[in-house]
């Protein structure tokens, strides 16, 4: 080593009790001493330095503890580590008087209240953490239904709240009787109705109506079905007659609501019936998903017109919508099968024709229905079997999907156990949202138009890729 360097040793021992004892790493070097910086320094100098500033910091740790740890750890007296040193909970650093308060209440053998009540909230905070995050993010979107006490917000009519909780507890399933049930009580709402003063019918419904959507809104989000519905019924509000008197005004809007009804679903329903029964042959084995009402009609009305064959009804958890289909179907001699899902691979192969219905149908040919329908349609798809799927054109929406995750609803969390094992209670099988656990049961999936053979529609047999010309073919917009 040169000779510059060797003054730097000599008070390398003093240097280093002095840091030890207690000063900081960015206290000034001792008087006479040169400055270096670290390109200057050599490798052993440097060294020298990182070993002075840990022992500095050892040093400060040992002594800001409660006790000192370490022989060179500068003596502190007891009531000033009391004082100055504040005690730590879940809830972050108390202050001096409370830390003071705490140590008199230890030593007088007395309960810190303060402490226990920071404890218990950091272990309510912590617990309310945990069930926040439990929930699977990527699904936070998907709409759930709401409790079945919900209050009503504004100038609510009594039948609204009432429907609004039977969509909530899925008294009402399916597109259809959605529709038809909203419609219904919008004839009572309209009937109940009286036009404020200074206002106009045409005008101030529209407001009066807001309110009850919003109410079924919020039990349960609309469908497709129910949107279109409701755009067609303000437009004819909108148009209604402001000379005609309030009574006459009135009926004529429920009668357009009848007019909807009986055309845009009955006898839609009906000649849907008459083009989709010519598909299915005697000896023909039909599979069809969960439970559709005009899939219903279209089976029964085939077996009552002669034609003679069977029906497999695929069905899944956790609605069992396929049962009530099933019931139906046996009560008319129809010979069925019934199974779920899973097993569907083992009877794909028997089957001639599968016939599905639909949630919505989308102007680039994807079907919005019930979970499951994509699967049972691309297994179909895969053997060359014929999928037809039947739909009003009412349930047509302008908009394009891609797939089932951007918008979707959650089922019920029901019985997803009832009956095996026979040895347990059917209390203890029922599953349920827990801790670590958490239930998803998406209500609807889409399927893709490449695996659709035909959409039958009151309009007639459309091919999937020119579902856009509904509109069009109807000379009208839905």
């Known amino acids: 080593m040169s000779s510059n360097s060797q003054p730097q040793h000599k008070p390398r021992t003093p240097s280093l009790l002095l840091q030890a004892n207690g000063p900081s790493q960015n206290d000034p070097p001792p008087t006479g001493a040169p400055t270096k910086s670290q390109k200057q320094m050599t490798k052993a100098e440097r060294r020298e330095v990182q070993e002075r500033q840990r022992a500095a910091k050892a040093a400060k740790v040992t002594a800001s503890g409660p006790q000192s740890g370490g022989p060179l750890a500068k003596p502190q007296h007891p ?66 239904q709401k409790p079945t006490g919900h209050i009503a917000k504004g100038n609510v009519h009594p039948a609204i709240v009432r429907l609004g909780l039977m969509f909530a507890e899925f008294k009402i399933c399916g597109a259809n009787a959605r529709c038809i049930a909203t419609l219904s009580v919008f004839k009572r709402v309209i009937q109940d109705y009286t036009t404020p003063p200074n206002n106009t019918l045409s005008r101030h419904l529209m407001t009066h109506l807001s309110v ?27 148009g209604s007659d402001i000379d005609l008197p309030e009574q006459d005004a009135k009926d004529a809007l429920c009668g357009k609501i009848d007019n909807y009804i009986r055309d845009r679903i009955i006898i839609a329903d009906q000649v849907i019936q008459e083009t989709a029964m010519r598909k299915i042959h005697d000896g023909d084995v039909v599979l069809t998903y969960a439970r ?73 040919g994807a079907v919005f229905s019930r979970a499951g329908t994509a699967l049972v349609a691309m297994m179909a798809k895969q053997h060359a079997i014929p999928v037809v799927v039947c739909c009003e054109t009412y349930k047509f929406s302008e908009g394009v999907r891609l797939d089932s995750f951007t918008k979707n609803e ?69």
Request: hydrophobic share 40%.
């Open 79 to 144: 009531s000033s580590s009391t004082s100055s040193q504040p005690k730590k909970t879940g809830r972050g650093s108390e202050s001096p008087v409370q830390s003071r308060a705490s140590t008199a209440a230890g030593s007088s053998g007395l309960p810190n209240k303060s402490t226990k009540e920071s404890k218990a909230a950091a272990a309510t905070a912590e617990e309310d953490a945990a069930v926040r995050s439990r929930g699977l993010r990527i699904f936070s979107h998907f709409a759930l």
């Open 212 to 238: 009850q959507i919003s109410h079924l809104v919020s039990a349960r989000p609309m469908s497709v079905t129910m949107g279109n519905a409701i755009r067609q019924l303000k437009m004819e509000i909108s």
């Open 292 to 364: 559709s009402s005009v899939v219903q009609k279209v089976l029964l009305e085939a077996w009552a017109g002669g034609t003679r064959f069977s029906v497999i009804v695929v069905d899944s958890r956790p609605m069992l919508e396929g049962k009530r289909l099933l019931s139906a179907l046996v009560s008319a001699a129809i010979p069925c099968t019934y199974l779920l899902l899973p097993a569907l691979g083992s009877v794909i192969s028997e089957v001639s024709i599968v016939l599905i219905g639909a949630h919505s149908i989308h102007s680039n």
């Open 410 to 478: 959650l089922a019920p969390s029901g019985d997803s156990f009832s009956c095996f094992p026979r040895n347990r209670s059917p209390a203890s099988l029922i599953i349920q949202n827990q801790l670590n656990l958490e239930i998803l049961n998406p209500l609807y999936d889409l399927t893709p138009p490449c695996s659709i053979t035909a959409v039958v529609t009151e309009a007639g047999v459309i091919p999937p890729d020119s579902i856009s010309s509904i509109p069009l073919a109807l000379g009208r917009s839905v």
